[in-house]
């Protein structure tokens, strides 16, 4: 009893309580709106201590480098909202934003730092700045920020140095990288890999200029004997790059002597290879197809207690596969599956054209489903392949044309190459009715091919059409996926209609020819002066139809 006393004491209290609320309610929210910014902009941020300031930018560091950037944004927001910043809590917010290419907060930061007493921005700041703008392709706001950073006096290091010749390096602005190179009194080894990287991607995109590879590897070997006279110690990596360099111009000219001498300088400087190292060397012997250097190579990884990776078997079986050598490229492939190595897109790739190319159609579909069943799609290139592949050499027409479904699905598009492979499949199985799909299909190849096309076909519509000629057909011409039937197209069709007894279908692919601009050729107009108006299966409307057939396109 005196429980429940209380509580319906207590329900009795709440209630009036809220009428006496509702009662104030207008009032309330009248002052709040009165005072509530004040209130909100006078709240004071507690000025963190230096356990908390240290484990804030430990938690956040930590997330950054597993790049869970969510939960690092999220950290940085309640961290913010509550406690007053620092220059190293807004140097490490600041490394967020640049990670996650969010320019206009860092912009925020930037200035926060700049009016904040206290707060001065210093050569943090301007690295991470930096590598934001540069990331952003926008190399003049970037030597604007170093610029300020030298007017305001602030110290470059050793990073903000190579941040800015690494800007120029990958936004090709190489004049000016090398230009900048000169300027630095004490380059690193990091220095001298960014100048070697970018020598290596400047000889690749002049592949096919010898003397401009030439120059580029005369600048190599000068930055090499800068850095032996430096007295800066080589790196695994730096040999990398060299290595790297030199195979691409050596081994394009089938001298592999100065590549090995670098490899046994690294040997006896007791740089220790790793498998970058020798995938390098076996991407060499692979354009030379060198199976004895290769084989040296395993070899060798095996002594460095290395295991060969999916680069590795990668250059390997696409060596064989050029080569056409079915049973090494099986052994390598088995020898991957067997160190637990899952194939790349790039190994399926090769497979399925060596496959193709050799007409296995056993180990061509067996390569394209182990593919799809390890999660990868297929690319445009293989879909092309396989569906081009099925159609000439498969008995079974409809696994052709489930690829090209599939294809379309995917969101890729059919070339002409493509249609007149499945109209040649189509006319040797004599099958009318997909030849008619494919061939509405090409006619509306501006629309959305995903979807398979049904067309209610009308003899009169389409002759009508076809004089008329189609008054978008400028507009259709412009759309990037605008296709067209080729003579090599309307041969196969006309073969095929006519010689199914198809008049109909017939009638309209004669018609659209005129429309596209494309004469009959020689075997059509053979193969409409061989039908006969006496077959069987004509009534008289198609007697008549063959008969006008004969008369309209006379030899």
Known sequence: DGRMFCTTLVCRRSQQAHIALRRVGPLANYTQTVTSTPVTTNITKLVPDNDTSRKFTGDLSKLLKQKKLSYARRRAEEFRAKYQPSQQTLNVILHLYVLEKDEANAA??????????????????????????????????????????????????????NNMLRMYAKNSRYESAEAYFETIKEP????????????????????????????????????????????????????NLLLKMYSRYYGRKGDTLPVLNLYREMKEMSVAPD?????????????????????????????????????????????YAKMGKGRELQFHFKEMRKQGIEPSLEIFTQLIHFYCDMKNVILANKSLLHMMRSGMKPSRAIYSKMIKFSARESERPGQALTLFRRMLESGFKADMDIYNTLLKMTLRHQLVADAMKLYLDIKHADNDLSVPKFYKWDADEEIENAKEGNKNEETRRRNPDYIEPTDETFTLLVQLFASKYELEFLTTVLLDMGHFGIVPNKKILAVISSLNEDEPKLNEEGKERVMWLKRTYKE
């Open 108 to 161: 925020r930061i930037y200035e926060e730092m700049k009016t904040t007493p206290g707060l001065a921005p210093d050569a943090y700041t301007y690295n991470h700045l930096i590598n934001l703008l540069s990331e952003k392709r926008k190399v003049e706001k970037a030597e604007e920020l170093y610029q300020t950073m030298l007017r305001e006096g602030i110290t470059l290091n050793s990073i903000t140095q």
């Open 188 to 239: 690193t080894i990091v220095t001298f890999h960014i100048i070697f990287n970018m020598l290596s991607e400047m000889s690749a995109k002049s592949i096919t200029d010898e003397r401009v590879g030439e120059e580029l590897m005369g600048k190599c070997i000068q930055m090499v004997h800068r850095l032996k006279k430096s007295g800066i110690p080589f790196q695994t990596q730096t040999y």
């Open 275 to 319: 498998m970058i190292t020798y995938n390098t060397l076996i991407h060499m012997y692979t354009l030379l197809e060198s199976e004895e250097g290769i084989q040296t190579c395993l070899e060798a990884i095996a002594g460095e207690n290395l295991k060969p990776d999916v680069v590795t078997y990668g250059c390997i079986i696409g060596m």
